[in-house]
């Protein structure tokens, strides 16, 4: 059973930082692709980072670019969103996800994702 849990949200003032874990299992970990996602109240799924099976490749949203690091270790079968200075409108729940087949395509489906960690930025 594939299984992705994140942990590392809370509430955060503007400025400030937060780092998220997404701890997997039920998969060849280091054979995928991994990106975090996002969810504002509201709103759709946004798509926030990706980072290549080696590592060596990331992807960023441009809302996020230069501000948010994504990072794995493969060895834990775990992958972290480094995020900051936060700002209010990165407020949103935060997901890791997974494409079917390990590869990532921007603008495929995503066929597993975990329960996601909120985080709030406010004064």
Known sequence: EVQLVESGGGLVQPGGSLRLSCVTSGFAFSSYSMSWLRQAPGKGLEWVST?????????????????????????????????????????????????????????????????????????
Request: hydrophobic fraction near 25%; include cysteine; charged fraction near 20%.
């Open 51 to 123: 980072i290549s099976v080696s590592g060596y490749h990331t992807y960023y949203a441009d809302s996020v670019k230069g501000r948010f690091t994504i990072s794995r270790d493969n060895a834990k079968n775990t992958t972290y969103l480094q995020m900051n200075d936060l700002k209010t409108e990165d407020t949103a729940a935060y997901h890791c996800a997974i494409q079917k087949g390990g590869t990532w395509s921007y603008g495929a489906d995503y066929d597993y994702w975990g329960q996601g960690t909120q985080v709030t930025v406010s004064s």
